[in-house]
């Protein structure tokens, strides 16, 4: 059974820092692309980050291009994301979500985490 | 970049119902288009992807079409799991974006 568990999440001030973690389980996580997407309160899920199967290619969201780092350590299984520079916006429940490995799929989404919860706040 | 625009944003509907969704992309996406389903408190969870491709699992009443800007999502009888929220995503290329979603809500 494929499984993505986030940590990391938290409480933190505007300006300050926090580090998720993705541990992945149940596939061959290394031959996947991954994803970070986010979801304020009632609004929809935001794609933030994309990283292929041997990071050579990585893709940003303007919204926290600059700012945010996503990595992976394929021999732990783990996928991250450095955030930088918080911001009160940035206050959403933060999903690993691996890209389906389908060519006709395209850039779908077929497995997510439960999400780590970041809140960014005075 | 593409955008994507869902309407409605919510429908009320009753067990056996049919039930249509659309969304529409700012440019051309060919069939790069997949559709998700989100209960509160969970994360989204695929159910089409390529337009119409139901994914492994999903119930058949669930069926999607179309092509370049046009799409939508069909629940042909409409079942009390099926109270959610919707997404469709574009998936032909970075950024990746989502629709608005639109809330199935019991009628």
């Known amino acids: 059974e494929v499984q993505l568990v986030e940590s990391g999440g938290g409480f933190v001030q505007p300006g300050g820092s926090l580090r998720l973690s993705c541990v992945a389980s149940?596939?061959?996580?290394?031959?996947?692309?991954m994803n970070w997407v986010r979801q304020s309160p009632g609004k929809g899920p935001e794609w933030i980050s994309y990283i292929s199967s041997t990071s050579t290619t990585i893709y940003y969201a303007d919204s926290v291009q600059g700012r945010f780092t996503i990595s992976r350590d394929n021999a732990k299984n783990s996928l991250y994301l450095q955030m930088n520079t918080l911001r009160v916006e940035d206050t959403a429940m933060y999903y690993c979500?691996?890209?389906?490995?389908?060519?006709?799929?395209?850039?779908?989404?077929?497995?997510w985490g439960q999400g780590a919860l970041v809140t960014v706040s005075s | 970049d593409v955008q994507m625009t869902q309407s409605p944003s919510s429908v009320s509907a009753s067990v056996g119902d049919r039930v249509t969704i659309t969304c529409r992309a700012s440019h051309g996406i060919s069939t790069w288009l997949a559709w998700y389903q989100q209960k509160p408190g969970r994360a989204p969870k695929l159910l089409i992807y390529a337009s119409s491709s139901l994914q492994g699992g999903v119930p058949s009443r669930f069926s999607g079409s179309g092509s370049g800007t046009d799409f939508t999502l069909t629940i042909s009888s409409l079942q009390p799991e099926d109270f959610a929220t919707y997404y469709c995503?574009?998936?032909?290329?970075?950024?990746?974006?989502f629709g608005g979603g639109t809330k199935v809500e019991i009628k």
């Open positions: 149940g596939f061959a996580f290394r031959t996947y692309a």
């Open positions: 995503q574009q998936a032909n290329s970075f950024p990746l974006a």
């Open positions: 979500a691996r890209k389906y490995d389908f060519s006709v799929a395209g850039l779908a989404i077929d497995s």
